[in-house]
């Protein structure tokens, strides 16, 4: 977190040296200024951006106007937040990753997807390129139904996949979608053969649930609350290994013998080749946002689940879910 004192150390120093400097030596002094905000000690001297990768209105723009709100009571600067849209996160997540400035004044937003780009063959992105700050939210994958479907459990559903290899559909937000590779990580933890049907979108995904066009979809637990609440959907289950606040009469997979945890999540991260001072005040920064009672009415009143990982959880994290992912999309052919 920026420190207070110094700024106004800075602030005093700079000040000094401009009223002591004659006309003549202005220009002199513009280029010790140039100079002083170069150093990483001098941190930050403008503007605060997290680069969202999704379109405004979504999870990742929405958490991240919430983080730039409450930065700027924990640190002397101004944030915004951009929109950097396109390859279902790619262009914003590589723009970050691979900026020619790397000196903390920009911030990228990463999801599960980091962990899929290269399996994909869409990037030669993953999680060696980023520097971690902290995962701040997290919303497992749910299986739901329409009510009237003969489903009443999760087992229900295994068993008639089982005895009907290939014919259970399962609608999800599109091919290579987080919610797909969720969907096909079931198929094989639960050693089954399913039909994916993809659709333009998770809503899309669940309309057609509630039509009855397919039997089942894969989708954010959130996003799939609202119908199962009102009808005319039923849960079956969460993929994680505790109940989520959106669905919270939901078992977890994981306590109906499959061990299984996927879904979506963000976390900040910088450029790796960040100065250390600059990471560690930023990292100071988004652990206080976290923690303010501003920031966790934010998140509470949207239903976006509190999950923290730290740097190091966070790296190993995205390295057993680059292998997960790997595993998932090789089987799917994908």
């Keep these: 977190m920026h420190d207070a004192s ?116 869409l990037a030669d992105l993953g999680p060696e390129d980023v520097r971690q700050l902290i995962q701040y939210t997290e919303t497992p994958a749910a299986v739901a139904v329409h009510e009237d479907s003969s489903f009443e459990t999760i087992d229900d559903l295994v068993d008639y996949a089982d005895d009907n290899s290939g014919e259970l559909q399962i609608g999800n937000s599109g091919t290579g979608s987080t919610w797909h590779l969720c969907a096909g990580g079931f198929e094989l933890e639960a050693d089954i053969d399913v039909q994916h049907v993809p659709y333009d979108g998770a809503e899309t995904a669940i309309q057609n649930t509630v039509n009855e ?43 109906l013998g499959y061990d299984l945890e996927l879904g979506s999540w963000l976390a900040g991260f910088v450029p790796p080749e960040t100065p250390d001072t600059v990471y ?20 509470q009143s949207n239903d976006y689940a509190m999950v923290r990982r730290g740097p190091d959880e966070l790296a190993d994290f995205m390295d057993d879910q680059y292998e997960t992912y790997g595993e998932i999309i090789d089987e799917l052919g994908i």
Excluded: K
């Design 6 to 121: 110094r700024g106004s150390e800075r602030a005093v120093s700079r000040r000094s040296l401009l009223s002591s400097a004659g006309v003549g030596g202005l220009v002199g002094v513009a280029g010790c200024l140039d100079a002083l905000e170069s150093e990483p000690g001098d941190f930050p001297t403008r503007q605060i951006e997290i680069v969202s990768p999704w379109a405004a209105g979504g999870s990742a723009d929405q958490t991240s106007r919430a983080i730039a709100d409450v930065a700027e009571a924990h640190t002397e600067t101004s944030w915004s937040v951009v929109n950097e849209t396109g390859g279902t996160g790619l262009v914003g997540m590589a723009s970050v990753a691979r900026s020619a400035r790397p000196d903390g004044h920009t911030i990228g937003v990463i999801a599960g997807e980091i962990t899929m780009f290269d399996h994909l063959g």
């Design 213 to 255: 066009e397919v039997d089942a979809t894969t989708v954010g637990a959130p996003e799939v609350a609202p119908q199962v609440h009102d009808g005319p959907l039923r849960a079956l289950g969460v993929m994680s290994d505790e109940r989520h606040d959106a669905l919270p009469e939901t078992e977890p997979l994981s306590e």
């Design 280 to 299: 560690d005040s930023l990292l100071e920064v988004y652990n206080a946002v976290y923690e303010d009672e501003a920031f966790e009415s934010f998140m």
